[in-house]
């Protein structure tokens, strides 16, 4: 299993940025994904579950209405658009497979003016 994010970056306070992950190694289209992010001395946490057709999402209370999971099973990635992005979002964002729990390597988001 293998994931490559993308898309990360600096903006500022109201921008918008969007990441990618792109699998390969296992049947994209038949697992769940997910995004987690890690903010300077806190635990990794949960932003976004896309089930593995796409039908069903589900995000954490402090992203819900600015941020949105999808993916493309065509092209075996997973997408998060974040929208209105606060300097609390500031972290390093993971995409995670539900299979082998299998990481990618993480990309940098800084929210900062």
């Known amino acids: 299993v293998q994931l490559v994010e993308s898309g990360g970056g600096l903006v500022q306070p109201g921008g918008s940025l969007r990441l990618s992950c792109a699998a390969s190694?296992?049947?994209?289209?038949?697992?769940?994904m997910s995004w987690y992010r890690q903010a300077p001395g806190k635990e990794r946490a949960l932003v976004a579950t896309i089930s593995s057709a796409g039908g069903s999402t589900n995000y954490a209370d402090s992203v819900k209405g600015r941020f949105t999971i999808s993916r493309d099973n065509a092209k075996n990635t997973v997408y998060l658009q974040m929208n209105s992005l606060k300097s609390e979002d500031t972290a390093v964002y993971y995409c995670?497979?539900?299979?082998?729990?299998?990481w990618g390597q993480g990309t940098q988001v800084t929210v900062s003016s």
């Open positions: 190694g296992f049947t994209f289209s038949r697992y769940g």
């Open positions: 995670y497979a539900w299979v082998n729990d299998s």
